[in-house]
């Protein structure tokens, strides 16, 4: 529906949801993504610590966003049970579909923020990333080898055909 090709998203784990803000601010300054979608859940139990671990963890994601301009989707679940856990994960009413495309949608509005185009260079700031150092030097000697022809301008509102976002 985005345009996102499968080779184009990148999936990671972590430990526990307190390791999730490390791992995202990793990927924002790793020039390697357009976005970060933190997909995780946390399910109240008998102490307090899921409230001190929810809101850290909110917070931490927050601010990796607003510190890298690389947008971070807070796809973590906070749950009483897992009945709600899982009601909330599959099916119909599965968060993630629309995590997705909000991570497009803020990683579109940062290039265009940015002035930015999908043919520009993956690296910090840039809504493009390439998925191997291979393809990189490919365009960019495909680039230089036609800087002097005339190109045609990219359409306005044009859905980049790179798009890369970290899970």
Known sequence: ECN???ENVFQTSVPGAYEVPLAAKLLAISNTVDAVVCVGCLVKGETHHYEYISES?????????????VPVVYG??????M????????????HGLSWGKTAVEMALLRASAFG??????????TGVVFSN????????????????????????????????VGF
Do not use: F, W, Y
């Not at 973590?76 to 049970?81: E, Q």
């Not at 393809?135 to 859905?159: F, I, S």
């Open 57 to 69: 963890v909110a917070h931490a994601l927050q601010s990796v966003q607003l510190n890298t301009n």
């Open 133 to 164: 150092p291979a393809e990189a030097k490919e365009e960019e000697a495909a680039e230089d080898a036609g800087k002097d022809e005339e190109k045609e301008p990219e359409k306005e509102g044009a859905t980049p055909k790179r798009r890369r």
């Open 83 to 94: 009945d709600q856990a899982v009601a909330r994960s599959t099916g119909e009413n599965n």
């Open 116 to 125: 930015q185009t999908n043919r520009q260079k993956g690296k910090q700031g």
């Open 76 to 81: 973590i679940l906070n749950c009483v049970t």
């Open 4 to 6: 996102v090709k499968e």
